[in-house]
Structure formats: C-alpha cells, structure tokens
C-alpha cells in the first residue's frame, strides 16, 4: 500500500515557485524518505489553536492534528516551557520535584492498578518499551496487531506496523488479525475479534511462540476508525489473557479525552489493561511519551534490566506535560471533545442524506472516520473520491487526511479546542466540495 494522501514530486501542477524550490532543497538535504501530504503541499510558518498560518497570511482550518492536541501554541504550555527551560533541564539521574508532580498528575487519570510510568520522547519509544516489559514478564514473544496497524518506527515496532507499506516486513513473531469493523462486518463484532484473537493465538503455539501481548490502538485509528459498540474489546481481552498474554493498549491517538467519553479510549470498553502507552498529544507538540504499567508487571523488567533515556522525563518535557492536562482540567476539554464531536457527526450524517458517497460515519468524541464509497449496497471503497476529496478541502483550507486499508476513510481529530462553529465551517466546507467530488 502506498503512503496515503502524498505528495508525488514527480507532478508539480498547482505547486508555488517558493513551495516548489523548497521541496528541492528537501530533497537535497533530508533526501528520499521523508513524505509530504497533498497533491499541493501546504506551507506552514505559524498556528494558534484550531488555525494554520502560511507565509501570505492565510488561515488553515486544522481537523487533523492531534498532536496540538490542546490547540497550536496555548500560552499555557508555551509559558510553562519557558518557565521551566530557564530553570533546569537535566536527565533523571539527579532528584528532581518536576517529574513526580507530574507523574502523580498523570497517574491520577488512570485507574489504581496503573500506577507506575516511565517516560520516553516518543510513542515508538513508548511501545518499544512496552514490547520489552512484556517479553520480560510472560516469558514471551508472541505479539498480536491488526491489519492495518500503526504503532512505531524501531525496528522491533516497524515489524508490528503494517500499515508503514509493502517494503516492511512484518516479525516472524507477529500475527495480525482483521479490525474490528462493525460497517462492514455488521453484529458480533466483539465475537469475530475475539475469535480473530484466538486464532492467532492458537497460529502462534503452532509455530512454538508463546504469546506475549495483544497491543491495539483503542480507536483503531490506522485500519479506519472503529469505536463501536463500546465494549466490544473485553472478550478478545480476556483470550489473550486466558493464553498468558497481556493486553497493551496504545493510547497514543485516542487518549488524552480525544474519545468524549473518557480520558482514554480503553474506558469505553470497560477495561484495565496491563500496560497503557501513550505520546504526541500529552505534550501538545512538545516531544514527551509514557508507558504506564501495573506494578507487578514492571517490577521483573525492573531488576533485571537497567533503563536509562536521557531525555525521556527531563524537566522541561514534564513542566509540559503538567501544563496540557492543566489545560485539558481546566478548559473543560473532555465534554467539549464529547459535545462538538456530537455536532460533528451530526452534522456528517445529515450530509449522508444528501451525498451517498458517503457510506458511514463513526467514531467517538473527536476522533471521527467517515467512509467513502462508490455503491453503498455493495460498499465499494471510493478511494480516487477520498483523495479529490482530501485535496478539495485542503485548497479551500482545510486540513484533513484519509486512513484504512482503501485509504477511503477520512480521518478527522481537530485540537480538542475545535468548537461547534469550527465544526460548521468544516461541514459547509465538506459540502462544497462533495458537490464537486460526486454531483447528486
């Protein structure tokens, strides 16, 4: 599967002079890895909460980045970086308050049984982390993932993220298993997954692994965004479970309260899961992640193994830690995630009524897929719309991306100050240029 939404260098048309001798100098200097998204890259210099600034001054309305996840620049944040930049910054090998007074903060989010954290820069680090605490407590190696999962670049997590494309090669160690997707699958969702979950259990004894986790992004993010029914996890849970395993759960993108309902999307589904990993939003943009554990899961790793991540857990990334969830507190940004992502998707299904390439809409809070398709009885993925569509709205300036297996689903998560009036401009920009992907 190719990179979705990307720019291709090789088909410039509509691409600025300035933006056009930018991407050379990328090319020259970061060489050929790096991606950008658009057919026409977007030019950014400045943010402020919802909005994307490029050099001439115009706005861009940001529905996609989940990282700002309290809005571009809060000067909430950027104070408290500040602050605590001209103070001390230093690793955690010296005693220092700013790490436990946020830890406390942090932990006091998550249920009593989680109650140790360990910090990293990224979530790749996050879940790398959690890859070796859980091989180290179940004696392990088996891992499970979805289909179209995305959990990190090391090299041990790349082989358990399949969505990265062709050229990786998933671990010998790794089973993946189908999302769980109620559009397509109908009822029994939780039954399906947990069966999936068996199999793959039962495939990996046969080949003389024993399984050590089942990691899952809670909002299936990658595979296509799937939140429903709340629940549905528990019994593929407990399988994993039943064979010794764990159950990790990737809180990278839907924790945070991106779901509405809950701080983290586990919540939804009534669980307690063994290690919870966690990154990009909790530092509004700033490089900070977390693994959170059970204490008698961490306490094997923890003498045997000696861990040290220079950066993970400096002050200043917790100084910024602190202030996000201050934020989040105080600005009510949970039931604003709930209340807007309500007219989001209210406001999505109205315009199901009208535009039939739109063949589901779903998600939580907000974190919202909406599935595009060609026929709806048959559900054939409309994926040349999805991308039309994606590069409409970017030229009208609005920013969103596109997931799932057909990159057919488009992935809408704003900064979690995304407000109902936010949400209006977007759907009267959704409309227009549906207009134009697919006239009724």
Known sequence: MSMINAFDPKATNGVGAREQAMIARRQKLLGPAYRLFYANPVHLVRGEGVWLY?????????????????????????????????????????????????????????????SHVMFTCTGSEANDLAYRV??????????IVTRLAYHGVTVAISEMSPSLGQHITLGKNVRTVP?????????GVAERFAADVRAAIVDLEASGLRPAALLVDTIFSSDGVFADPAGFLAPAVAAIREAGGLFIADEVQPGFGRTGEAMWGF?????????????????????????VSQPHILQRFGEATRYF???????VSCAVGQAVLEVIEGEGLLRNAHDTGAVLRDGLRDLAKRHALIGDVRGAGLFVGVELVTDRARRTPASAETARLVNGLRERRVLISAAGPDANVLKIRPPLVFRPEHAERFLEAMEAVLREVSPA
């Not at 991540?309 to 002050?315: C, D, E, I, L």
């Open 309 to 315: 991540n220079t950066f993970g857990g400096n002050p």
């Open 267 to 291: 919540q939804r589904h009534g669980l307690v899961p063994d290690i919870v990993t966690m990154g990009k939003p909790m530092g509004n943009g700033h490089p900070i992640a977390a693994m």
């Open 134 to 143: 859980a091989r180290s407590f179940t004696g392990g190696e088996g891992f």
């Open 179 to 187: 999302a769980p997707d109620l559009y397509r699958g109908g009822e």
């Open 54 to 114: 490029d050099p001439d001054g115009n706005a861009y309305l940001d529905v996609y980045n989940n990282v700002a996840s309290v809005g571009h620049c809060h000067p909430h944040v950027v104070a408290a970086l500040s602050r605590q930049a001209s103070v001390l910054n230093t690793h955690t090998r010296y005693l220092n308050p700013v790490i436990l007074d946020y830890a406390e903060k942090l932990l006091g989010h998550f249920p009593e049984e989680l």
